[in-house]
């Protein structure tokens, strides 16, 4: 029976500098010093790769797929921040490990995985009130899915309101301690002489009203991830403190007491420009260095106008489940409307609008632009000059029950089934186009039973191929 826990190391041909050998004390320890990839054995805990190539070879892409659940870190010997580009590669094995060459060998009990971590899909991305449609947007997915196969810190730029929490807590929900504590911290809400205190915990006697001991919240997200949202409005004192915990990866709670040691993800944000500050003497340049390990920067809204259609689709849905009303349709029309808007509140100002019209509509299943007129009531001339909305091609029905226009009989008579029939066909065609292909919806809409509503369309010959949206 073995007493220790087994390591494997694959060099792939490059120097250990005699690590194995401090490492003999807490491991049982099997080498491959050949430059070739091959697979561990069966019984190993722990599978070390030497990565200090710009991306793995495609052999080692092959082989760790038949490891399974064998848990990997990566060592590397360059003290330098991995290149982004080295992270996204080597983020293909998976959720791997990242360790620089350093005498303390490995934990034991690293979570194994078992299977590799899926892309951040774009359903996945929608949930999370996240579109990847535009370009840029594709771009920052793909950088937060390769910063969630690492311990890395990231460091979210970009305006208010851009969504940078949703990213941060998409990268913890694909990484390998999604199971683990998501802790989020405003910076800016704090008051200086709380925040230190706040996150770095104090012992009891530390300062006048401190009666008992409190961990801190980099202690609360111990094997998790912590969010440090405004970092920028962080005071000096703090940033201090912080640069420590990244450094040595432990907290020195206020009042005394010994370091406390901490495995946590950083993950911080800023809409300011932290360099600059840096400039001004009002942020530590190192503790700069130690946050851009990966840098991610989010566009505002306004650059990627494709995606508020389908941000404004979902607020739609998920404010009405909110407010617990039924679900409402924007009229076709409101898209190029919603998306000549400047936006300068990004996706939060979208959502916000989105729920005032919406409680504001009272019982009128529709959404037209009348219901978002309010957006422009701020702009000036000039900004409203510049808004390339196509003008409505006619005025957009109000929806409520009228009485039918009069139909002249023609002296030769007509055929009163083919009229009709027409009509339908007119009629639900509008519907689906309103409700954007919802058949139940749209049945609704025209006060008929989605059964009734599917035999008219196959009688009318409306059917189409595709999956029906129900959504």
Known sequence: MRSLPRLHWSTLGESTQGLEHRWAGAWEITMDRSSAVALPPEDVDLWVITAEAAEPAPALLKAIAEVNALPVLLLRQDPAPIPLATLEAWSLLGSVRWSGFTPDPPKAGLRPLAAHIAPLTAGQALGLGLVGVS????EVLAKARAAAGTRATVLLQGDSGTGKELIARAIHRLSAEADGPFVAVHCGAIPEN??????????????????????????EAHGGTIFLDEVGTMPLSAQVRLLRVLQEREVQPLGGGGPIKVE?????????????????????????????????????????????????????????????????ALHPSVDSFLMAMPWPGNVRQLENAIE?????SGSRPILTREDFSFLTE?????????????PMAAPIPSYAPSAPAPLDLPPEGLDMNQVVSEMEKSL???????????????????????????????RLDLEDSGEETEA
């Open 135 to 138: 370009a840029a947007m594709l």
């Open 194 to 219: 709380l925040l230190e205190s706040e996150l770095f915990g104090y012992t009891k006697g530390a300062f006048t009203d401190a009666r008992k001991d409190a961990p801190g919240k980099f202690r």
């Open 264 to 328: 946590v993800r950083v993950v911080a944000a800023t809409n300011m420009d932290l360099w600059k500050r840096v400039e001004g003497g009002q942020f530590r340049e190192d503790l700069f260095y130690r946050l851009e390990v990966i840098p991610i920067a989010l566009p505002p809204l306004r650059v990627r106008r494709e995606e508020v259609p389908f941000l404004a689709q979902h607020f739609l849905n998920r404010k009405a489940r909110e407010h617990g009303l039924y679900p409402k």
């Open 356 to 360: 005032r019209a919406i409680v504001l």
């Open 378 to 390: 701020r702009l000036s001339q000039d900004e409203f000059a510049q808004m390339d909305v196509p």
């Open 428 to 458: 639900m065609l509008q519907s689906l186009q309103i409700t954007r292909g919802n058949k139940k919806r749209a049945a609704e809409l025209l006060g008929l039973k989605r059964t009734t509503f599917l035999e008219k369309m196959k």
